[in-house]
């Protein structure tokens, strides 16, 4: 118990640690996209390739905890880990009564191996159902495996139960299922193998009504990203590094060595029933997804990852065949490379930051307008987390693809009815500047987070009157706009012809008494839009947050000067800075 407890922690540790790190990627928006359809079971007909139970599940988990990123991540972590805990008495009951692979050491090596594999990490940390896929498989493989040993009415169930929500939770469980009837055929007695056979159907026929109602309707649903893997020979070396790490060439040695056993340095095959078994499920799972390949796009790691189970008690077999020294050996480099190293990582899109440079300045009433083709997802999660609650956050890509007959006019009809749109945008696809531009609607500013040299930009539009300029000042600066908040004020500015020095704007409050209470400097847009770079006519949002100052009313003003030498740029009527008509009451 010791030894398994200390593994149990290992993999908390590396399925917890750093698991909120990273921003929700395409696939993680997906799942939250379906979780806030009004009509769960309709969105899954409609819009995604995959049945409800996960989704059901996820959805009671989050009433609970709450649906921030590490929360949702937590609950694929939580059957990751029972899946290294579940992967004990798997081992332990395919070889019980085996005087060789039976050794207690075995199945802790197994679930060691699980707690260390890079890619059962990856989807430990990954708002999807592939942990509870994993978990659920193990527990199918274990039912049946007690059934075979004891086939009375309990463990049937179990394992009939079991394969049922399996099937609902992932359709790529139906392997397990496959090799579970292949090993019953092959090496079970007439009446038990006539009853399994008998039992598998039953699960399918538990999980009919689903396929008949919901999931046949869903194979002309869009596939989404183009994520599978041709099938070939080098995506079969790949998924051999993706699945065995860099030390492939050892793993692959134990993965072979676990199929017999070398006792006395003899090569033992019997009993071969349950080796049998762990290979079907390998090579079922790998090659029926290989070949599937080539008329569907199903092949991708995450996609085959239930295999790693089989894989595990293989290499655990594999080193059980080691002399002890060597296995220790052995064992002890596999610690220290996967708790050193990476081998499987995915650098996933930082919406994160993109929605935050989109909710920085973003006011109530405002709207969010979307052309990053499957980000818009986890885009919205951000957005829905971190913008004015009323913000009306719209996706073109999905305009085009669920609305198709409102696509471009209802785009168009309502961004009339914003004055500010924050767009954000990753695309080759530039319709959303033309829409924008067709309403009205000027480009004020411009933010860009990088991702591996990609620019995911996000852009203010704003509506400008045709009213003059509040102030004008005398080195070219024109003051269109301003808008005063208790903690903040925003200038939109223009020079009409380029500006050669970089100014500084003082934005500032004054008391009843005329003295300065709140002030903010700096170049125009926090020192992103220096005055030295505008270009003749360009509009220019420049927004100064404030301190916090007491209820009161405020004269609001704002000053231009250079920095390097204090000489100060009054207005053109002779004023040394301008001042708003109006007053900022701040209750």
Same mark, same amino acid.
């Given at each position: ?12 540790? $590396? ?6 790190? =990273? ?26 390739? %995959? ?39 798997? $081992? ?25 594999? /890079?890619?059962?990490?990856?989807l430990a940390q990954d708002t999807r159902m592939y942990a509870l896929r994993t978990f659920l498989v193990i ?10 040993? =004891? ?16 099937? %609902? ?47 046949? &309707?869903?194979?002309?649903? /869009? ?49 071969? !029933? ?53 296995? &220790? ?7 220290? @490379?996967?708790?050193?190293?990476v081998d499987d990582y995915y650098p996933k899109e930082p919406w994160d930051d993109m929605a935050a440079n ?5 006011? #109530? ?9 499957? !980000?818009?997802?986890?885009? $919205?999660?951000?957005? /829905? ?12 890509? =999905?305009?085009? &693809?669920?609305? #198709? ?22 695309? #080759? ?29 996000? @852009? ?72 030295? !770079? ?10 100064? #947050? ?7 009313? @405020? ?10 030498? !204090? ?13 708003? /008509? ?6």
């Amino acid at each position: 118990w010791g030894a398994l407890t200390a593994i149990l922690l290992l993999a908390g540790v $590396t399925r917890i640690l750093h698991i909120g790190d =990273q921003a929700l990627w395409i696939d993680e928006g997906a799942t939250y996209f379906i979780l806030n359809q009004p009509d769960l079971v309709e969105a899954l007909r409609l819009r995604d390739h %995959h049945p409800p139970v996960y989704y059901l599940l996820l959805k009671d988990w989050l009433n609970v905890v709450g649906d921030s990123v590490v929360a949702m991540r937590m609950f694929s972590a939580f059957f990751s880990i029972l899946s290294v805990a579940a992967v004990v008495p798997l $081992t332990r009951a395919i070889h019980k009564g085996d005087p060789w692979f039976g050794a207690s050491f075995v199945p802790l090596i197994a679930a060691l191996a699980l707690a260390l594999s /890079d890619p059962e990490v990856v989807l430990a940390q990954d708002t999807r159902m592939y942990a509870l896929r994993t978990f659920l498989v193990i527990l199918s493989a274990l039912f049946y495996v007690r059934w075979t040993q =004891q086939p009375i009415t309990r463990r049937a169930l179990l394992w009939i139960g079991t394969n049922a929500i399996l099937f %609902h939770v992932q359709y790529q469980g139906l392997f397990i299922a496959a090799a579970q009837g292949l090993h019953a055929l092959i090496f079970l007695r007439e009446g038990v193998r006539l009853r399994a056979v008998a039992y598998l159907a039953l699960s399918g026929l538990l999980f009919t009504p689903w396929f008949i109602s919901v999931a046949w &309707e869903q194979r002309d649903n /869009d596939t989404g990203i183009w994520a599978s893997l041709p099938s070939n020979w080098n995506t079969v070396r790949e998924m051999i590094y993706k699945f065995l790490g860099s030390q492939w060439a050892v793993m692959g040695a134990l993965l072979l060595l676990g199929s017999v056993a070398l006792i006395g340095g003899r090569l033992r095959w019997r009993p071969v !029933g349950w080796t049998f078994f762990l290979w079907a499920w390998l090579i079922i799972t790998f090659g029926v997804t290989f070949v599937l390949n080539f008329w569907l796009d199903v092949l991708a790691p995450h996609r085959i990852l239930l295999i790693t189970p089989a894989l595990v008690i293989l290499i655990a077999r594999g080193l059980r065949n080691v002399p002890t020294v060597g296995r &220790e050996l052995l064992v002890t480099a596999m610690v220290v @490379y996967g708790v050193t190293t990476v081998d499987d990582y995915y650098p996933k899109e930082p919406w994160d930051d993109m929605a935050a440079n989109m909710a920085r300045y973003a006011e #109530p009433g405002q709207m969010a307008l979307l052309e990053v083709y499957r !980000g818009d997802n986890p885009l $919205t999660y951000y957005l /829905d987390h971190g913008m004015p609650p009323d913000t009306r956050i719209e996706s073109l890509r =999905q305009w085009r &693809e669920f609305r #198709p007959e409102q696509y471009p006019a209802g785009v168009l009809d309502l961004l009339s009815q914003y004055n500010t749109v924050w767009l954000g945008h990753w695309s #080759p696809d530039l319709s959303a500047f033309s829409f924008l531009d067709q309403m009205g609607l000027v480009q004020t500013a411009l933010m860009t987070t990088d991702h591996w040299g990609n620019a995911l930009n996000v @852009y203010r539009f704003d509506r400008m009157s045709d009213a003059p300029s509040l102030a004008e000042f005398v080195n070219g600066m024109k003051l269109l706009r301003l808008e005063a908040r208790p903690n903040r004020i925003d200038l939109w500015w223009r020079a009409d012809e380029p500006l050669a020095l970089d100014y500084s704007v003082s934005a500032f409050l004054l008391d009843a008494n005329g003295v300065l209470a709140a002030q903010h400097d700096s170049f125009p847009f926090e020192n992103g839009r220096p005055t030295s !770079g505008w270009h003749s006519g360009e509009i220019i949002f420049d927004p100064h #947050p404030l301190p916090a100052v007491a209820p009161g009313q @405020y004269q609001v003003g704002v000053q231009i000067y250079t920095y390097f030498d !204090g000489a100060r740029f009054g207005l053109i009527d002779g004023a040394d800075f301008f001042i708003l /008509d109006s007053l900022l009451n701040i209750p």
